[in-house]
C-alpha cells in the first residue's frame, strides 16, 4: 500500500464533516461521497486528468452512510483505488459496506449516544446547573465520542483496506451500545422523577405531572405530535377565553 | 419585539450556522434544541429563559432519530427563531408556551424546507450526462448546496424571529388563564416526553434501570 501523505489524511478527514453537504433523493450523500474522496484521488492520479475524471464518475454514484463512520468506507476506498483494485470489485465493496456503516451508525450515536448525552444536558439543567454547564457538558461529552468515532473509522479504511469488514467486526461497537443505552435508561429514570417534582407542592399538580409521563410512555413515539396538539388546544382555548372575557387572574 | 437589528442579524447567521450543523456541516449538535435555544437567549441576553425554552423542546425531540431519508421535523433553526423571540419578549409561563408550540410548528415547516433543498440538491450536485464531471465542478456544486443551506436555515430563523415576535406581543397578552396552566402544561410535556424515552433504549433490565435512575432522582430531591 501507499502510505497517503498527512496533508491528504487530513483533507480526507476534515472533508468528511462536510460529506452531506450536498445530500439528494438521487445519490443520497454519493456527491459528497466523491468530494471527500477528491484529496485521495488527486494524489493517486495526479499524472493521468482522465482516470481521475473516471474515478470521480464512478464514486459520485448513489452512495450512504452514517456521517461519523463513513470514513471507513473512504479511508479503504481511497487505498484500494492507490493500490489499483479492479473498479467492478470496488463497486461491490461500497455496496456491502453501505448498509453496515449505517446500521451500526444509528445504532451507536443516533439512537443511544446522543439521546444519552441529551438526557444528561436535561438533568443538568433539572437539578439546577447554569445553563452553560448543561450546554458545555452536552457539546463536549457528545463530541469526544463523535470525533473519535471520525478519525477511528478513517484510520481503519484506510490501513484495512478490503479487510475492513474484519476491524467492524472486531471493533467494540455494539458492546458500546449497550452500556450507553443501560446509562440513558437510567438518566430517563433520574430525569423523570425530577420533571414530575417540578410540578409540586400541590399534590394535583404531581398527579397530573405523574399521569402525564404514564401517557408517554403508552404513546411512545406518538408522544410530540399528541403533545403539541394538546398544548395547540389549550393555548387556543386560553386566548380565546382572554379575548372574550379577559384576563383572570 | 426584537428592537435591535445587529440582534436580529446575529440571530440568522446563528440559525443559517444551525442548520448546517443539523446535517450538511459536521453535526456537532449545535443543533440540538437544548444548545440552539440556550445560546439564541445567549445573544439576545437571556440565556436562561433560552434554556427554558431547549429543555422542553429537547425532551420533545429526544424521540426524533434521523436514520435513513426518513422525513423529520428540523428542530435547530425553529429553537434558535423561537428562543430568540421569547428571550426578547420577557418571561412568563403564557409566552414560553407561545413559544413552545411556535416551535413545534416551525419544526416542520423547516423539515418540509428540508426536503425541498434535497429536491434542488439534485439538479446541483448531478450534472446532466453531457458535462463531464471535473473535479472543480464537483467542489463547487458541492460547497453550493451547502451555502444554500445556510440561506435557507438563516431566513428560516429570521422569518420565525419576526412571527413570533408579533405573536408574543399581539396575541399572548390576550391568554385569559392565568400563568400557572401554562406552566403545569408545559411540565406535563416534559414528563410526557421523558416518560416516551423509557421506551427508547431496548436493554435488558431497562425496568430496573429507570428505577435505579428514578431512586437517584428521589435522592437529589430528598438533598435539595
Known amino acids: 500500500m501507499r502510505a497517503f501523505p498527512r496533508r491528504v489524511r487530513w483533507a480526507l478527514l476534515l472533508r468528511t464533516l462536510l460529506i ?41 454514484a448513489v452512495f450512504n452512510s452514517h456521517p461519523y463512520l463513513v470514513g471507513v468506507a473512504a479511508g479503504a476506498v481511497a487505498r484500494l483505488e492507490a493500490d489499483g483494485t479492479d473498479a467492478a470489485l470496488l463497486g461491490r ?37 447554569p445553563w452553560w454547564l448543561s450546554v458545555a457538558a452536552f457539546l463536549l461529552v457528545y463530541n469526544a465520542l463523535h470525533l473519535w468515532i471520525r478519525t477511528w473509522a478513517l484510520n481503519v479504511g484506510l490501513a484495512e483496506g478490503l479487510q475492513v469488514g474484519q476491524a467492524l467486526r472486531a471493533a ?22 425530577l420533571a ?54 | 419585539m426584537i428592537a435591535d437589528p445587529l440582534t436580529l442579524l446575529l440571530l440568522t447567521v ?28 445567549w445573544i439576545v441576553g437571556a440565556p436562561v429563559q433560552g434554556a427554558s425554552l431547549g429543555l422542553v423542546l429537547e425532551a420533545l425531540h429526544l424521540m426524533v432519530l434521523p436514520v435513513g431519508a426518513a422525513r423529520h421535523p428540523e428542530a435547530g433553526p425553529a429553537a434558535v427563531a423561537s428562543a430568540g423571540a421569547y428571550a426578547a419578549a420577557g418571561p412568563g409561563a403564557a409566552a414560553l408556551l407561545t413559544a413552545v408550540i411556535f416551535a413545534l410548528l416551525w419544526e416542520r415547516i ?40 445556510f440561506l435557507r436555515g438563516s431566513v428560516l430563523v429570521g422569518c420565525g424571529v419576526l412571527i413570533l415576535s408579533f405573536l408574543l406581543t399581539a396575541v399572548t397578552p390576550m391568554w385569559g388563564l392565568g400563568e400557572e396552566l401554562p406552566r403545569l402544561l408545559l411540565i406535563g410535556a416534559l414528563a410526557a416526553s421523558l416518560g416516551a424515552c423509557s421506551r427508547l433504549f431496548q436493554e435488558r433490565r431497562a425496568s430496573q434501570l429507570l428505577l435505579a435512575g428514578a431512586a437517584c432522582g428521589l435522592l437529589v430531591l430528598f438533598f435539595r
Open chain 1, 20 to 60: 452531506q453537504g450536498s445530500w439528494n433523493f438521487g445519490t443520497l450523500i454519493g456527491t459528497g461521497f466523491a468530494f471527500v474522496l477528491l484529496p485521495a484521488l488527486r494524489h493517486v492520479y495526479r499524472s493521468d486528468p482522465e482516470a481521475l475524471e473516471a474515478a470521480l464518475a464512478r464514486h459520485s
Open chain 2, 110 to 149: 423547516g423539515g418540509a424546507s428540508v426536503q425541498q433543498l434535497r429536491k434542488l440538491n439534485m439538479a446541483l450536485a448531478t450534472p446532466p450526462a453531457q458535462d463531464a464531471l471535473s473535479p472543480r465542478l464537483l467542489e463547487r456544486r458541492h460547497l453550493a448546496a451547502i451555502l444554500l443551506d
Open chain 1, 196 to 249: 414530575v417534582a417540578d410540578a409540586g407542592p400541590r399534590p394535583v399538580a404531581l398527579l397530573v405531572a405523574a399521569g402525564a409521563a404514564v401517557l408517554g410512555v403508552a404513546l411512545a413515539q406518538r408522544t410530540p405530535v399528541v403533545v403539541w396538539v394538546v398544548l395547540t388546544v389549550a393555548w387556543a382555548v386560553g386566548i380565546l377565553i382572554g379575548a372574550f372575557r379577559g384576563p383572570l387572574s
Open chain 1, 172 to 193: 467494540p461497537l455494539q458492546p458500546w451500545t449497550h452500556r450507553v443505552g443501560r446509562v440513558g435508561a437510567v438518566l430517563v429514570g433520574f430525569c423523570l422523577v
Open chain 2, 14 to 41: 446563528f440559525g443559517g450556522w444551525v442548520a448546517l450543523d443539523g446535517t450538511s456541516v459536521g453535526q456537532f449538535m449545535l443543533s440540538r434544541p437544548v444548545v440552539a435555544a440556550s445560546l439564541a437567549g
Open chain 1, 93 to 129: 465493496f461500497k455496496d456491502a459496506l453501505r448498509s453496515s456503516l449505517g446500521a451500526l451508525g444509528d445504532q451507536l450515536v443516533w439512537s443511544a449516544w446522543r439521546p444519552a448525552v441529551a438526557l444528561l444536558a436535561i438533568g443538568l439543567l433539572l437539578v439546577g446547573a
